[in-house]
């Protein structure tokens, strides 16, 4: 039967109302109560099972109702239901059904100078400009594209990369009023195209959606396993772009595009940058793997760490003296290793710095706290670390200036850090929380509070800590560099 037959036929059923009712609210309880009576009738499927033979006629019967009732509403709001089925199918196309590749791009007639690029392989380097500000330029074939962009922000929270999402639209959309400008490929031959579709107001309201959607995904762990963007956003994103040529693309669409430029700015990011293949042809951005001989930096990544964490601590140690256990075991040094914990199951996904600590630096102090609790603990307890911190008779303990945090720093196992580091953060930190929730049950009367237990959950610490490390010089060699140039 054709919807809006269905529909006639239905409305001679409708009953009158006495005198003053409301068809349409009626109409609505209707539909919401039978809507309440389809999922009654699934619930005693979900209880009973196969003990339940009536459910698929049951099922029949309530969804026939739920229909009446849509039918009904429709048609006191002078609404056609055959209408109604056409307009949802055709939005329902719009969010889940991507535009075909051969479709996708706005200038295809035109001469290839004209063109945004079919093929072509994009830099993203990482560098300081002479602010010492982080900043990423952007290079294709050797040519610098546009100016170094900065976070613009407090934090580093990657923005200097926003670049990757105007890839994303030329590659997946066909369209990038701001690349057209940066490679110099605007329309001019077509001075209306050229004004309307690649000038100022174009330019502005696609940085506006970068903008924008950046600040959604900030919300949503940069879109790290999600696969939709939420429909707000697409609405909006549609209603900005309705009068320009990719306002005639779907949320399908858009959605790609999203997910697909931030699926390389993560790796962007988690590396410091890097080379992206655009492929409009496959609506593709891909990330290259960086050249083998760029994974390590030094021969003895191990010794270079030890003296550098040892002049950190040198430094530390002068400024603050015995501050770190003033207040004793668990209100000051456990408080301060409990702080770096916490701050690591913050950051050590996203990388995310402040003005005076970036996700190295937490993860050094960890690594340091964790062995001048064992410094506090040898001295408490001459018998946990014999053979290293062995009991002093005379003069200070090993836990007051550098002398017994150096020992151990020279006894530490510190090969992980030449090893590569291909643990995932995510399981580092895992391990982190688990040892860390051992050394608070050590307090709390639930483990053995013995003073060799809390010296190996403290050394365990210390150990997952170079672990972290290892794993963020891998993937982020830049915010290591940093470390060490400010250290050394």
């Known amino acids: 039967m054709e919807m809006t037959a269905y529909q006639r036929s239905a409305a001679k059923t409708i009953q009158p109302l006495p005198a003053g009712g409301d068809r349409v609210t009626v109409a609505l309880l209707g539909l919401a109560g039978e809507a309440g009576a389809v999922l009654t009738a699934y619930k005693k499927q979900l209880r009973d099972g196969p003990a339940d033979p009536e459910f698929r006629a049951r099922m029949r019967e309530?969804?026939?109702?739920?229909?009446?009732?849509?039918?009904?509403?429709?048609?006191?709001?002078?609404l056609d239901l055959d209408d109604l089925a056409t307009a949802n199918l055709s939005k329902i196309s719009d969010r889940w059904r991507d535009t075909p590749a051969d479709a996708i791009p706005f200038d295809g007639d035109l001469d290839t100078s004209e063109q945004l690029p079919r093929h072509a392989d994009f830099v993203f380097t990482l560098t300081r400009d002479?602010?010492?500000?982080?900043?990423?330029?952007l290079t294709c074939n050797g040519q610098q594209v546009g100016d170094p962009i900065t976070n613009a922000s407090h934090i580093a929270d990657g923005y200097c990369f926003h670049d990757i999402f105007h890839l994303s639209y030329a590659a997946v959309l066909g369209w990038s009023p701001v690349m057209r400008s940066l490679l110099k490929r605007?329309?001019?031959?077509?001075?209306?195209?050229?004004?309307?579709?690649?000038?100022?107001r174009a330019i502005a309201i696609e940085e506006g959606i970068s903008a924008l959607v950046f600040a959604y995904a900030s919300r949503h762990h940069y879109l790290e396993g999600k696969n939709h963007i939420d429909n707000d956003v697409l609405d909006t994103?549609?209603?900005?772009?309705?009068?320009?040529?990719?306002?005639?693309?779907?949320?399908?669409?858009?959605?790609?595009?999203?997910?697909?430029?931030?699926?390389?700015?993560?790796?962007?990011?988690?590396?410091?940058?890097?080379?992206?293949?655009?492929?409009?042809?496959?609506?593709?951005?891909?990330?290259?793997?960086?050249?083998?001989?760029?994974?390590?930096?030094?021969?003895?990544?191990?010794?270079?760490?030890?003296a550098v964490v040892a002049n950190l601590h040198r430094q530390k140690d002068a400024s603050y003296g015995t501050s770190w256990k003033r207040r004793g075991e668990q209100i000051s040094i456990m408080a301060n290793i409990a702080r770096k914990v916490d701050r690591l199951n913050i950051v050590a996904a996203t990388t995310e710095s402040t003005a005076d600590?970036?996700?190295i630096d937490t993860a050094v102090d960890l690594h340091v706290y964790a062995l001048k609790y064992l410094t506090f603990l040898a001295d408490a307890h001459p018998t946990v670390l014999p053979d290293v911190l062995p009991p002093r008779e005379t003069g200070d303990g090993w836990s007051d200036g550098p002398?017994?945090?150096?020992?151990?720093?020279?006894?530490?196992?510190?090969?992980?850090?030449?090893?590569?580091?291909?643990?995932?953060?995510?399981?580092?930190?895992?391990?982190?929380?688990?040892?860390?929730?051992?050394?608070?049950?050590?307090?709390?009367?639930?483990?053995?509070?013995?003073?060799?237990r809390r010296a190996q959950l403290a050394a365990q610490l210390a150990d997952q800590a170079v672990r972290i490390l290892s794993a963020l010089r891998a993937s982020h060699p830049e915010l290591y560099r940093d470390f060490l140039d400010a250290w050394q």
């Open 357 to 359: 600590e970036s996700v």
């Open 186 to 200: 605007k329309r001019r031959s077509n001075p209306e195209t050229d004004e309307a579709e690649d000038g100022g």
């Open 62 to 78: 309530e969804l026939g109702d739920v229909l009446w009732y849509l039918s009904t509403v429709a048609y006191h709001l002078n």
């Open 237 to 306: 994103i549609q209603g900005m772009v309705a009068h320009l040529e990719v306002g005639a693309h779907r949320a399908a669409d858009w959605e790609k595009a999203i997910l697909t430029g931030f699926t390389a700015w993560r790796k962007l990011r988690r590396r410091g940058g890097g080379t992206i293949r655009l492929d409009l042809d496959a609506q593709s951005l891909t990330v290259l793997e960086p050249e083998p001989a760029a994974v390590t930096e030094d021969p003895s990544a191990a010794e270079t760490f030890r």
């Open 130 to 137: 002479p602010e010492d500000r982080e900043v990423s330029v």
């Open 403 to 452: 002398d017994g945090f150096e020992r151990l720093l020279a006894a530490v196992d510190l090969s992980a850090l030449d090893a590569g580091g291909d643990e995932p953060i995510q399981d580092l930190m895992a391990a982190v929380d688990h040892t860390f929730a051992d050394l608070e049950r050590c307090f709390s009367g639930q483990e053995g509070t013995s003073a060799s």
